[in-house]
């Protein structure tokens, strides 16, 4: 039972030696010790999915493509733009293609079925956004040829059943059609998430031919809400959107240039400082549990203080016994807090909100802060009762009660 | 037996303070839960209040067939004068009380971060100011028909500093001069700003383009003899609501991503406090063993024992809820925040507000917590023997 006093053992082959110790002295108290785990492992589940939930606002526009522009009508949101753009758009030098998207609000036979649906250019749409959506070639040609074809979303065909070949009639809420009545459409095509889109692809969108929407259509003819622009050089997409707002300058419809992963930022940013708000509501939960945890933990080391004072009867060091305390209270709260993070990671794959709430993966400096934490929790657990078990002498310990 | 339970009670509430440190540990964790539920869900009852104030019984407002907002929405010139003329709008001077808008989002910079903010530039009739009380000029005056002139809302001017009256700023190619200030008790149109529809459709070229009708109704009642007889109507296919009905549609996709996001977060705090609770009562019920033994040796019951573990909790539960309550309404009743609204695509400036409900509900759900955590402890403390219980240390 003496332990060897010549070698300095690290603390990891020291831990594994009093393993059998260690776990006596977790099990000393079962319930206190399962329940004092099982709120770690809760607070850093929380903790986990707050800060999915803070990488997934701030990071989603990151996987937009930079070499794209988003052209729209100066310091206004889904204004009209005239369709001759095109043409002077694509005549600018530096600039490899241009598309165009319009808005058509609109509803599947209730309207609680609403979801985006947007009139596109056939020939340069899925062209440009190759990286984020993939449609099979088979299906793209199709929808081409068709034209009162649409290609949805995977997630939009999972939710109401769709397959290819079905025709869905749509209510435009905004645009009426010659001769009224519904907007038919035949589903020729559906995407899924392309190679460079990740987490957030967007795969509950409806899109169809701006062509065909631009003839049926009473009102608003030759308008589109805004034009993509893809630019021959990623690097020179600051000075090139410089260059499409002076190209249109005095114009009868003055444009705002951006990159779009400028574009998508300027809207999420608008949501709020969701960072500062996921933080705000951490705080106080790991502060809270940690300190109910710190408590419990702290009150198991005071009680065995002759217990300390019998390990050092017996010849441990009292760095030994200082180490002991340690280890133990950081086993806790790393075991737990590690298998909370663990079990966070597996519930994100479910996709639990369905994708309402834009969350993303964890950074490894996320799961070191996780880490970090874990361990900070079980030195401020540990440290004062074992200070106070350290200044006593064997004597004053082992008559100390419990 | 009551007696016995609230002696027993009496008893263990007032040996708290020999035991303050694992009590306070108790109490902070259930308050610290208190304070994110109520501070979470008051950011919804917030965002509730601001869109809900102003929707007045008497005011429908009438949209394209389908249509979720105004923003997706579009009337022709013919429709909206039909519209106005329909049975159950209220008239004044022969005229339909009766306003035909246009939105349009517009884009600015933020004073001070210089990030660009959405909001709606709303073009109406004279007849609004008539069809919404609540709008009253605050600063400068309003809008002349015919000029590009605008006022704005209590919450834009107080978002963008740097646009104040007098001023002026471009937006579709005109040039448009700011004049006053306008108040709306605090609902969301103090979000937005304000200009004559006809200088709208100017500027953006968008003639003869609507996009909702405004009207005040003879009665609250009469909204059913407008729905008749606009929604048979074959000539056109429009919804009518009633403003209050439409603005609480309008929010609820967001009161519904916070009441959700907050009661998960709140529903896995509570277990990681009850956890926390369960063990600091579990560690008071055995460090009072023998106190609990001998209480049982005096003829106390073992049901009377029980109870007053859970009495207990549920007292400092309820200690912990309202140190929680109060910390969340110093927090954050009145912070103003503003996020975008997904119906609109526009920004909506709200303030959080704690209510009187909101605490109560707190306090509950603590002293639920509170109960949960003790209910094995005081099943243990029921079933101690009191042999054995006399014989620990």
Known sequence: MTPDRRSRSAPLAMSMKYLPLIWSNLMRRKVRTICTALSIFVAFLLFGALLSIRAGFARGVDLTGADRLVVSQKNAFNQPMPLGYRDRLAAIPGVAAVSYVAWFPGVYRDPRNDFPILAVDTNGWFEMYRDLWTVPPDHLARWKSDRTGAIVGQDLADRFGWSIGDRIPLTGTMWPRRGGGAWDFTIDGIYNAGPASGRNASLDLMFFHYAYFNDARIVGQDFVDSYRVRVADARTSGEMAERIDAAFANSAFETTTSTENAFVRAIAEQIGDVGTIVMAILAPVLFTILLVCGNTMAQSVRERTNEVAVLETLGFTRERVLGLVLVESLILPLAAGGLGVAAWLLIQRTNPTSGTVPMSSLSPFEIGFAVLMAVAIGVAASVAPAWQVHRLTIVEALRRGR | ?393
């Open chain 2, 1 to 393: 037996m009551w007696k016995q339970v609230l002696a027993v009670t009496v008893l263990n509430v007032r040996s708290v303070p020999q035991r303050l440190g694992s009590s306070a540990v108790t109490v902070a964790g259930i308050a610290g839960v208190v304070v994110v539920f109520v501070g979470v869900l008051s950011m919804a009852e917030g965002f509730l209040r601001v869109m809900t104030t102003g929707g007045d019984l008497r005011t429908a407002i009438v949209l394209r067939a389908g249509a979720s907002s105004e923003t997706g929405s579009m009337l022709d010139m013919d429709t909206v004068r039909l519209i106005k003329d329909a049975p159950g709008i209220g008239r004044r001077d022969g005229q339909p009380r009766a306003s035909a808008e246009f939105v349009v989002v517009v884009r600015h910079a933020q004073a001070g971060t210089g990030k660009a903010m959405n909001v709606i530039l709303r073009g109406v009739e004279p007849a609004a100011f008539d069809v919404r009380g609540e709008v009253r000029i605050a600063e400068g005056r309003s809008f002349q028909p015919g000029h590009y002139e605008v006022i704005l809302g209590r919450g834009v001017a107080r978002r963008l500093g740097n646009m104040t009256t007098g001023q002026s700023v471009r937006w579709g190619g005109s040039t448009w001069n700011v004049v006053g200030v306008f108040d709306a008790n605090g609902g969301s149109v103090e979000s937005e700003v304000w200009c004559d529809i006809d200088m709208l459709q100017q500027a953006f070229r968008r003639h003869n383009a609507f996009q909702a009708v405004y009207a005040t109704l003879e009665s609250p009642e009469s909204l059913d003899v407008l729905r008749t007889s606009l929604e048979a109507d074959p000539r056109f296919e429009v919804d009518v609501r009633r403003e209050s009905e439409y603005y609480a549609e309008q929010s609820r996709a967001l009161t519904g991503l916070i009441t959700t996001a907050g009661a998960f977060i709140a529903f896995l705090m509570a277990a990681g406090a009850i956890f926390g609770a369960v063990s600091t009562t579990y560690a008071a019920v055995i460090s009072r063993t023998r106190e609990i033994a001998t209480l049982r040796a005096l003829g106390f019951g073992s049901t009377a024992v029980a109870c007053s573990v859970l009495a207990e909790a549920a007292v400092l539960a309820l200690a912990g809820g309202a140190v929680g309550a109060v910390m969340a309404w110093m927090l954050f009743d009145g912070l103003a925040v503003s996020t975008l609204n997904f119906q609109s695509m526009s920004q909506v400036a709200f303030a959080f507000s704690v209510t009187p409900q909101l605490v109560t509900r707190g306090m509950a759900y603590a002293v639920a917590m509170g109960l949960v955590g003790a209910m094995w402890p005081s099943w243990r403390a029921a079933r101690l023997t009191i042999v054995d219980g006399l014989r620990e240390e």
